[in-house]
C-alpha cells in the first residue's frame, strides 16, 4: 500500500487577530505537535510558518504568504496538510491514515476478521472499527491491538469473548 505523502493534520476554522493570523483545529495527537513545523499546506500550497502557538486547544498560526485579516480570511475552512518527510516517528509510531484501510488479523487463530474502516478518538482511548461479520470495535491498548505492522500492511489483535 502506497503512503501517502501529505496527510490531513487539522482545518482553518477562523481568523485571529488582525495580523492576518488563523485559527486552525488540529486533528493530529495534539495541537503542540502543529506547532513544530516550518511549512503547512494548504489548498496545494507551501506556506513558510512565521509563529506558531497553542490557544485554547487550537493552534493560532501566522504565515509568511498571508498578509493581513483579508488574506487570512480567504483561508478559513481550508483543510492543513504536513509533509510525512517533515516528521520523525519513534519506533512504534505510525499516522492513522497508514492503517487505516488495513487487515485486522486475530492473533491466536490467524484468521482475518475484517479491515481497520476508522479510529475513533475517545478520551480513555483510540477505538479501531473493524469492519465484518460482525462490525467490532476493539480498544487500541495493548492488551486487544497485539501489533501493528505499517510495513507488511496487517494490525494483529487479540480478541476476548463478547468483543
Not at 8 to 30: F, L, M, Q, Y
Not at 60 to 73: G, H
Not at 93 to 117: H, N
Request: glycine residues 8%; aromatic residues 10%; proline residues 4%.
Amino acid at each position: 500500500m502506497e503512503k501517502k505523502r501529505f496527510l490531513e493534520a487539522g482545518k482553518i476554522t477562523n481568523t485571529h487577530g488582525v495580523r492576518g493570523e488563523v485559527k486552525i483545529e488540529p486533528w493530529c495527537d495534539s495541537a503542540h505537535f502543529l506547532t513544530g513545523f516550518e511549512k503547512l499546506y494548504i489548498n496545494n500550497n507551501a506556506y513558510s510558518v512565521s509563529s506558531a502557538y497553542v490557544h485554547k486547544n487550537s493552534v493560532i498560526a501566522l504565515f509568511d504568504e498571508v498578509s493581513d485579516i483579508n488574506a487570512a480570511m480567504r483561508l478559513k475552512g481550508s483543510v492543513v496538510f504536513i509533509d510525512r518527510e517533515d516528521v520523525k516517528l519513534e519506533e512504534g509510531e505510525y499516522f492513522i491514515a497508514d492503517i487505516i484501510g488495513l487487515p485486522v488479523i486475530d492473533e491466536q487463530s490467524g484468521e482475518k476478521i475484517g479491515e481497520l474502516k476508522d479510529v475513533l478518538e475517545y478520551p480513555a482511548s483510540r477505538i479501531y472499527v473493524v469492519s465484518g461479520e460482525p462490525e467490532r470495535l476493539i480498544p487500541a491498548v495493548p492488551e486487544f491491538v497485539r501489533k501493528v505492522d505499517t510495513e507488511n500492511g496487517a494490525v494483529y489483535v487479540r480478541l476476548i469473548e463478547g468483543m
